[in-house]
T-cell receptor
Framework: AQTVTQSQPEMSVQEAETVTLSCTYD???????LFWYKQPPSRQMILVIR??????QNATENRFSVNFQKAAKSFSLKISDSQLGDTAMYFC????????????FGTGTSLTVIP | KAGVTQTPRYLIKTRGQQVTLSCSPI?????VSWYQQTPGQGLQFLFE???????NKGNFPGRFSGRQFSNSRSEMNVSTLELGDSALYLC??????????????FGPGTRLTVT
């Protein structure tokens, strides 16, 4: 089975600053997909960003970008210009090529943006 | 387009009872997945349905079951409830992946408390 590890249970950042959340995973697959999801206190999970393993270019979505290191099996999320609305749990997720839409999630990082 | 809806949002049951949770996917989505979220275990995959067929199942006892209807709505059932079944149950829907990854869209969840 695939495993996803988020080694930072809690993090905080000052408003307008930049923060990086770490994620590592273990797989023998070559083609797979990686995601970052955000779960605000209201509990609705929202997709932040996704990365296809076959793409070398790191994905970017506005203030959110990833550092995808395939050889190191690392997938970190960088949030620039942090905003109060970024306060949430962040989950890293892995989807393999033949897992029937089954996602493997990390244990999450609780991010608090401090005004 | 309406998002994923789950009913009920909150539920309190007694040990030994059974419970049925409902999920309506986004219109056009035929894949529905269920996850159990607890503070200790994080997000764990229960099962996934596509076109009324269970395609994938996580490592949960047989007390957890599900089904999907022709309109893609899905239900999950937990029989003989145990205290450890207390959790947030999340439903997610997605398009069928033909090429590349399709992200999963999550509902708000059903908070089940077993007393």
């Amino acid at each position: 089975a695939q495993t996803v590890t988020q080694s930072q249970p809690e993090m905080s950042v000052q408003e307008a600053e930049t923060v990086t959340l770490s994620c590592t995973y273990d797989t023998s697959e070559n083609n797979y997909y990686l995601f970052w999801y955000k779960q605000p206190p209201s509990r609705q999970m929202i997709l932040v960003i996704r990365q296809e393993a076959y793409k070398q270019q790191n994905a970017t979505e506005n203030r959110f970008s990833v550092n995808f290191q395939k050889a190191a099996k690392s997938f970190s999320l960088k949030i620039s210009d942090s905003q109060l609305g970024d306060t949430a749990m962040y989950f890293c997720a892995f989807e393999g090529p033949n897992t029937g839409n089954q996602f493997y999630f990390g244990t999450g990082t609780s991010l608090t943006v401090i005004p | 387009k309406a998002g994923v809806t789950q009913t009920p949002r909150y539920l309190i049951k007694t040990r030994g009872q059974q419970v049925t949770l409902s999920c309506s996917p986004i219109s056009g989505h035929r894949s529905v997945s269920w996850y159990q979220q607890t503070p200790g275990q994080g997000l764990q995959f229960l099962f996934e349905y596509f076109s009324e067929t269970q395609r994938n199942k996580g490592n949960f006892p047989g007390r957890f079951s599900g089904r999907q209807f022709s309109n893609s709505r899905s239900e999950m059932n937990v029989s003989t409830l145990e205290l450890g079944d207390s959790a947030l149950y999340l439903c997610a829907s997605s398009l069928e992946r033909l090429a590349g990854a399709y992200e999963q869209y999550f509902g708000p969840g059903t908070r089940l408390t077993v007393t």
